[in-house]
């Protein structure tokens, strides 16, 4: 009987025989030779065999139906979008993933054992003529999807963990994985041992309940090691991500979304005027990259694409157009700086930034919100020491925000301590903008507004705020900067000076990656902890304590320097 049957029915009811003749117990020192004893119960213990997987081509929804038929199988519902294999698969083959139409099906088998398990079926639907035939014929050869699972007992960190760790013991391999939002599950993939004895299944998968991304990321960064080409693609298709999230954000599409319900693509093509197939790509990208969630009704907007929303508390919008749109074409001439020495942003626009954006009231402002956006940054910082003794001075104390933008982050200071008076220095619209902005929450009547440079620093604060400024100039402008504070600051002031910090052991930070950006759009940079110390020598400055921030920053406090005693 089985030899009238299509070679995808055949593969299908072997699978099936598999998952009824197989039990945890048994299946693991399979996959693991050498694996028994202790390790083996505690195995058996917290993660149990569930499926076995195969990835299926049929032309259409109803060949996979009449596939599934002939071997015994009942889908109880359609096919939900696959994210892992169809990323699997567009990388494998140098596709596009929105090109790969994959589904996921799991038909229930009960064991022989008693159990309740399932047969994994990921189906890429290959319709005739659609070009699809080599990645089918490939596939099928090398069966790469093929594989067990185990779910995992008890979803907990710990044990998580000390499953990984014993598989890698007995020879499995990290080999990719993903979290998949609309199961809300997360997968560990694995290559089995060498000495595997489970003819056909070379893979193996652990499935985790839940968002466990923490563990997962450690599991990749092995993978990954493994798979240097894979890594550099994903490198190399960065420009795609940005452009694609800064599009999303400049349609304004997460604002005609929902965050609990899907919306169909017709809908929110009409509503963001877009055309709905090349709407339904870009979504389908955002997806992968977790913004959003496809469902049978439409897509759904994440908690990570709600950030881009317009408007709402933590917007991250207009970080994203600024880095899709003038930032994003400076660094198409990184190389002319790298090679000149010459700003990237002033050969590409023909002047620097701030005077670009000046002339500009509408990128002005872009830029102005696009630094408030990183505002999570400041989130402890009004919890600092020296602004908590300020506010508990007798007569209240004085906070002076230097270059302060908007006044996102004097704001929260004010906020934070009702008894603090408020003083913000800053280009001219720039001021008015942040008068603006803090006149709306109340804080207006607390706060002075001066229009100036650097050389106006007023004099007579408790405490001076230098919010991400030293990074945009070189060293001696830094001194310059600096000087102008210690000759405002009186004796007994603090000031607080918040960077990111590049670090001294070469360890992997943010701080790092904007280093480039400083270097490509402002000619400024990064600096390590003893480079700020020796520019606040230079000025009469000390450096007192350093305190992290979230998002790589940190707070570097400041006082003057005293004078050697005779």
């Not at 990321?217 to 894979?230: S, T």
């Not at 020296?386 to 230097?402: F, Q, R, S, Y």
């Not at 400024?524 to 921030?549: I, S």
Request: glycine fraction near 10%; proline fraction near 6%.
């Amino acid at each position: 009987m089985i030899t009238t049957l299509s070679g995808d029915t055949s593969r299908l009811l072997a699978t099936v025989d598999f998952v009824k003749e197989q039990d945890t117990a048994a299946l693991l020192p399979l996959l693991f030779p050498g694996l028994d004893g202790p390790e083996l119960r505690t195995l058996v213990e917290h993660c149990r065999f569930s499926h076995a997987a195969l990835l299926v081509f049929p032309s259409d929804r109803a060949e996979l139906r009449a596939m599934l038929s002939d071997c015994g199988l009942v889908a109880g519902m359609p096919p939900q979008p696959s994210v892992v294999v169809r990323e699997r698969l567009a990388v494998r083959h140098q596709r596009q993933a929105a090109e790969l139409d994959v589904g996921i099906l799991r038909p229930a088998v009960a064991g022989a054992d008693g159990e309740h398990r399932t047969v994994e079926v990921f189906a890429l639907t290959v319709p005739p003529g659609s070009g699809l035939d080599e990645i089918a014929a490939h596939e099928r050869e090398r069966q790469h999807e093929a594989h067990v699972a185990f779910d995992v007992v008890a979803p907990d960190p710990l044990v998580l963990r000390g499953l990984v760790s014993t598989f890698a013991r007995y020879g499995a391999i990290p080999d990719g994985g993903g979290y998949n939002p609309h199961e809300d599950g997360t997968v560990f993939y694995f290559g089995a041992a060498a000495e595997s004895k489970a003819a056909g299944y070379r893979r193996v998968e652990l499935y985790v309940p839940g968002d466990h991304r923490d563990v997962l990321a450690d599991h990749l960064d092995r993978h990954r090691a493994r798979q240097p080409a894979e890594t550099l693609l994903r490198l190399l298709t960065g420009a795609w991500t940005t452009q694609a999230l800064a599009v999303f954000a400049q349609l304004r599409v997460p604002d005609a979304m929902d965050g609990e319900q899907a919306v169909g693509v017709e809908e929110l093509a009409r509503t963001v005027g877009a055309r709905p197939g090349n709407l339904a790509t870009l979504l389908r990208y955002l997806a992968m990259l977790g913004a959003v969630e496809e469902s049978r009704d439409g897509f759904r907007l994440t908690g990570l694409g709600a950030l881009l929303r317009d408007g709402v508390p933590g917007s991250m919008r207009a970080l994203a157009l600024m880095y899709g749109g003038p930032f994003y074409e400076s660094f198409a001439a990184l190389g002319h700086t790298v090679r000149t020495g010459q700003v990237a942003f002033e050969h590409v626009f023909g002047e620097n930034h701030f005077d670009h954006f000046a002339r500009d009231p509408q990128l002005a402002e872009l830029f102005d919100q696009s630094m408030a956006a990183g505002s999570a940054m400041f989130d402890p910082l009004p919890t600092h020491p020296a602004l908590t003794a300020a506010a508990e001075a007798p007569a209240g104390g004085t906070v002076v925000d230097i270059a302060g933008g908007n006044g996102e982050l004097l704001g929260r200071i004010l906020a934070a301590h009702p008894r603090l008076h408020g003083v913000l220095l800053e280009r001219p619209h720039a001021v008015e903008a942040a008068r603006r902005r803090l006149e709306e929450a109340g804080h207006g009547t607390r706060c002075d507004f001066l229009a100036g440079d650097f050389a106006d620093v007023p004099a007579g604060g408790d405490v001076y705020v230098l919010s991400r400024v030293l990074h945009d100039w070189d060293d001696e402008r830094c001194r310059e900067i600096l000087r102008h504070c210690a000759r405002a600051m009186p004796e007994h002031a603090d000031l607080l000076v918040v960077e990111r910090v590049l670090p001294s052991d070469g360890s992997v930070s943010l701080a790092t990656a904007w280093d480039v950006h400083m270097m490509c759009n402002v000619g400024g940079r990064e600096r390590q902890a003893g480079h700020y110390g020796r520019l606040f020598a230079d000025a009469g400055l000390t450096l007192v304590d350093r305190m992290p921030l979230p998002l790589d920053g940190n707070v570097l406090h400041v006082r003057k320097a005293r004078p050697a005693s005779a």
